[in-house]
């Protein structure tokens, strides 16, 4: 329900599009649109209504986003705004083909792998995950990388890592060209010791 | 006071010293001057104060009759709004003799914001293709890291916005499908 000028209860005839109201609230508009919206939204309560949801939703992503809960590979410049705001940031660093030994502690915020691998010529690559005995459990299908970049930059779920008993996990950097066919770009093995209390192992 | 009555209506009341049109006002505009605060100044206790600032500034200006067009009355709020926060930006501070003078009466109603849930929300975005949640957690996280989306993915700006734009609405729809 809208009062459209101050007047009479009506339902939006002219809503502004979803995308819109969120590239708004994360002042991603050009200022010419961004003037248009607000005029909008002063004479229309059913938009005002529409942007306290991507409000909500967007303050939701926010702190998910920052809560080092996620797996998902990201840009170098998250990790450092993790750094520079405080955040008790655990990282290790992987050659291809390198075993680390790993853990990760109650108050730690965010956990970060940085893995090496040429990148170069990859079309598509995605990220395996394997038992100790090179099952894959899991996969990460097209994982987004720069073409010149010399790394991939993986926020582990800190959820995943602080309830993960001491095991090993193999990662693989795969290129994948058109026909489907797998090239090994990088292996890399974590050796994860537990020290948070919690059960001693658990299936895959 | 009726819903039916019109900004206009309403200016020319305030004018002859209408009280009530004045409460209705506050009604009608605050919640629309405290998301423009909340867009603005990424404070709810900032969007608040600019609610009070832009209401006190908007009765004065009508009791003043200084509104020459009364069917412009939210124009004339939006502007009272984007000045305040210009003005706030230039640290002037000149509310609160006006805050003296008018009290607690302008308090703004406080429409209740849409509750998330928040582990749906988590399933929902691990949901999404590895891009899309890529760039979802650049986005959200931070200003800077949104502008770096980008050369993450090593796409331009453009296609970041279109991955932006299908990972909302894929989230939306999962929001309200487990809903």
């Given at each position: 329900?809208?009062?459209?000028?101050?007047?009479?209860?009506?339902?939006?005839?002219?809503?502004?599009?979803p995308a819109v109201l969120m590239e708004y609230w994360l002042a991603l508009l050009p200022a010419v649109e961004e003037a248009a919206v607000e005029e909008h939204l002063f004479g229309c309560d059913d938009c005002g209504d529409r942007l306290r949801e991507t409000i909500e939703l967007s303050e939701g992503l926010r702190s998910l986003a920052r809560s080092g809960s996620l797996r998902v590979v990201v840009g170098d410049g998250l990790v450092r705004h993790a750094v520079d705001a405080g955040l008790r940031v655990r990282e290790y660093a992987f050659a291809p083909g390198q075993t680390v030994a790993c853990t990760v502690s109650a108050d730690d915020e965010?956990?970060?792998?940085?893995?090496?691998?040429?990148?170069s010529g990859a079309a598509r690559v995605d990220l395996s995950f394997c038992d100790p005995l090179g099952v894959e459990r899991q996969r990460m299908t097209d994982i987004p990388v720069g073409s010149e970049a010399g790394s991939v930059v993986l926020q582990e779920s800190l959820t995943f890592a602080k309830g993960s008993p001491s095991t090993t996990m193999i990662a693989r950097l795969l290129a994948i060209d058109p026909k489907g066919d797998e090239r090994l770009l990088g292996?890399?093995?974590f050796q994860h010791t537990r020290t948070i209390p919690g059960p001693p192992e658990w299936e895959w | 006071m009726n819903?039916?009555?019109?900004?206009?209506?309403?200016?020319?009341?305030?004018?002859?010293?209408?009280?009530?049109?004045?409460a209705e006002v506050c009604h009608r505009m605050g919640p629309r001057i405290r998301l423009y605060g909340l867009r603005h100044l990424r404070s709810a206790a900032a969007a608040d104060d600019l609610v009070q600032?832009?209401?006190?500034?908007?009765?004065?200006a009508l009791r003043?009759?200084?509104?020459?067009?009364?069917?412009?009355?939210?124009?004339?709020?939006?502007?009272?709004?984007?000045?305040?926060?210009?003005?706030q930006r230039r640290g002037a501070r000149r509310q609160e003799q006006l805050l003296e003078e008018f009290g607690a009466v302008l308090v703004?109603?406080?429409?209740?914001?849409?509750?998330?849930?928040g582990e749906r929300l988590a399933r929902c975005v691990q949901a999404l293709k590895e891009r899309e949640r890529t760039v979802v957690v650049m986005t959200f996280y931070d200003e800077d890291t949104a502008a770096e989306s980008g050369r993450v993915l090593g796409i331009s700006e453009a296609n970041v916005r279109v991955i932006?734009?299908?990972?909302?609405?894929?989230?939306?729809?999962?929001?309200?499908?487990?809903s």
């Amino acid at each position: 329900m809208t009062r459209q000028n101050g007047g009479a209860p009506l339902e939006c005839a002219t809503p502004l599009e979803p995308a819109v109201l969120m590239e708004y609230w994360l002042a991603l508009l050009p200022a010419v649109e961004e003037a248009a919206v607000e005029e909008h939204l002063f004479g229309c309560d059913d938009c005002g209504d529409r942007l306290r949801e991507t409000i909500e939703l967007s303050e939701g992503l926010r702190s998910l986003a920052r809560s080092g809960s996620l797996r998902v590979v990201v840009g170098d410049g998250l990790v450092r705004h993790a750094v520079d705001a405080g955040l008790r940031v655990r990282e290790y660093a992987f050659a291809p083909g390198q075993t680390v030994a790993c853990t990760v502690s109650a108050d730690d915020e965010l956990l970060v792998a940085r893995l090496a691998a040429d990148l170069s010529g990859a079309a598509r690559v995605d990220l395996s995950f394997c038992d100790p005995l090179g099952v894959e459990r899991q996969r990460m299908t097209d994982i987004p990388v720069g073409s010149e970049a010399g790394s991939v930059v993986l926020q582990e779920s800190l959820t995943f890592a602080k309830g993960s008993p001491s095991t090993t996990m193999i990662a693989r950097l795969l290129a994948i060209d058109p026909k489907g066919d797998e090239r090994l770009l990088g292996e890399y093995t974590f050796q994860h010791t537990r020290t948070i209390p919690g059960p001693p192992e658990w299936e895959w | 006071m009726n819903v039916d009555v019109s900004d206009a209506e309403l200016a020319q009341r305030i004018v002859s010293g209408d009280a009530a049109a004045e409460a209705e006002v506050c009604h009608r505009m605050g919640p629309r001057i405290r998301l423009y605060g909340l867009r603005h100044l990424r404070s709810a206790a900032a969007a608040d104060d600019l609610v009070q600032q832009v209401l006190l500034k908007t009765l004065e200006a009508l009791r003043a009759g200084r509104l020459r067009d009364a069917d412009k009355l939210a124009p004339f709020v939006l502007g009272t709004c984007r000045m305040t926060v210009l003005d706030q930006r230039r640290g002037a501070r000149r509310q609160e003799q006006l805050l003296e003078e008018f009290g607690a009466v302008l308090v703004p109603e406080q429409r209740e914001m849409p509750h998330l849930d928040g582990e749906r929300l988590a399933r929902c975005v691990q949901a999404l293709k590895e891009r899309e949640r890529t760039v979802v957690v650049m986005t959200f996280y931070d200003e800077d890291t949104a502008a770096e989306s980008g050369r993450v993915l090593g796409i331009s700006e453009a296609n970041v916005r279109v991955i932006r734009h299908r990972a909302i609405r894929q989230l939306r729809a999962c929001m309200e499908t487990v809903s």
